[in-house]
Nanobody, 129 residues
């Protein structure tokens, strides 16, 4: 069982930036298969950025060009740099990982489908003026 702990959330104005961090208790078996999801009140949870089993980053259409996912396997820690934040980015953000020898990650019509089953507790991001 992986332990995942997120940090870095907060309140910012539109156009601002935040960097989320996720510290894992150990590396995943693939070294990748980690990502960021978010859930706003009344909405379904959605994947925003995921590293597939080869370490290739996948982004949802809503955040592509504004968010950057990165991984430091020496720690190991996963990061999400969020720039040009918008009010619609307000949500609880969750770090997730898959600890098998493979993971399913696909982008279809701007949406990421990723089957990751280890979850952190979340960190809140609020964007408002």
């Amino acid at each position: 069982q992986l332990q995942l702990v997120e940090s870095g959330g907060g309140s910012v104005q539109p156009g601002g930036s935040l960097r989320l961090s996720c510290t894992a208790s150990r590396r995943t078996r693939t070294g990748y298969c980690m990502g960021w999801f978010r859930q706003a009140p009344g909405k379904a949870r959605e994947a925003v950025a995921v590293l597939d089993q080869d370490g290739n980053p996948k982004y949802s259409g809503d955040v592509k060009g504004r968010f950057t996912i990165s991984l430091d396997n020496a720690k190991p820690s996963l990061y999400l740099q969020m720039n040009d934040l918008k009010p619609d980015d307000s949500a609880m953000y969750y770090c997730a990982a898959e600890d098998k020898t493979w993971c399913f990650v696909m982008v279809l019509n701007g949406r990421i489908r990723a089957d990751l089953d280890q979850w952190g507790q979340g960190t809140q991001v609020s964007v408002s003026s």
